[in-house]
Nanobody
């Protein structure tokens, strides 16, 4: 059984930081990239960040680059998203997802994935 569980969401003020965690199990973790996507009502899902740790590769959308950092927690099947200097426009439901290594760049671009978590709400007040 595949399980992807996000945690760490909550309410923060603009300029503050929040750290999200994604714990995954039930699949070959090293054969997948792990990505964060987000979505707000009335808008399409958008990519946030992605990590393909076995080749030391990360991807970010332009609006979060320099503010957000995606990382793998050592050898654990866990990926964190450190979100600094948050803005109200970062408010969304954040989803962790697993993308097959062979086409992870395309999946990240398209907003698709093989497995999805349930999401965690992040709200940034002004």
């Amino acid at each position: 059984e595949v399980q992807i569980v996000e945690s760490g969401g909550g309410l923060v003020q603009a300029g503050e930081s929040l750290r999200l965690s994604c714990a995954a199990s039930g699949f070959a973790f090293d054969d997948y990239a792990i990505a964060w996507f987000r979505q707000v009502p009335g808008k399409e899902r958008e990519r946030v960040a992605c990590i393909m740790s076995r080749i030391n590769k990360t991807l970010y959308r332009d609006s979060v680059r320099g503010r957000f950092t995606i990382s793998r927690d050592g050898t654990k099947n866990k990926v964190d998203l450190q979100m600094n200097s948050q803005k109200p426009e970062d408010t969304a439901v954040y989803y962790c997802a697993a993308l097959r290594a062979e086409d992870y760049k395309i999946q990240f671009l398209k907003g698709t994935a093989d497995y999805w978590g349930q999401g965690t709400q992040v709200t940034v007040s002004s």
